[in-house]
């Protein structure tokens, strides 16, 4: 069974930076896209940013174009999510992703098209 761990959040003051870690394990990590997603309370959960298989795509929530950065090291099965300019309403749960694609360099912004997922990591961004 795949299992994804995040790691790196925390409380950090607004115009701060955090970064988060996502390694996997029990998969074949250079096989999958790799995601970030965030889901603040009472909201529902929003796309952030993907990573193609091979690091060639990015794609990334216009909310935090410009301000984060996805990385992956295929070598350590890990996805990374650099944040900076941090903002208060960047504050939530955020969580990693895995979804299989094999066969392209696609990249997904849909929740349901991931197959794995981590438990998250709380971010909390104060003003």
């Known amino acids: 069974q795949a299992r994804l761990v995040e790691s790196g959040g925390g409380l950090v003051q607004a115009g701060g930076s955090l970064r988060l870690s996502c390694t996997a394990s029990?998969?074949?990590?250079?096989?999958?896209?790799m995601g970030w997603f965030r889901q603040a309370p009472g909201k529902e959960r929003e796309f952030v940013a993907a990573?193609?298989?091979?690091?060639?795509?990015?794609h990334y929530a216009d909310s935090v174009k410009g301000r984060f950065i996805i990385s992956r090291d295929n070598t350590k099965n890990t996805v990374y999510l650099q944040m900076n300019s941090l903002k208060p309403e960047d504050t939530a749960v955020y969580s990693c992703?895995?979804?299989?694609?094999?066969?392209?360099?696609?990249?997904?912004?849909?929740?349901?098209?991931?197959?794995?997922w981590g438990q998250g990591t709380q971010v909390t961004v104060s003003s």
């Open positions: 029990d998969i074949t990590f250079s096989k999958y896209a």
């Open positions: 990573i193609s298989r091979s690091g060639v795509n990015l």
């Open positions: 992703a895995a979804d299989y694609t094999p066969g392209a360099p696609i990249i997904a912004m849909i929740p349901s098209e991931y197959d794995y």
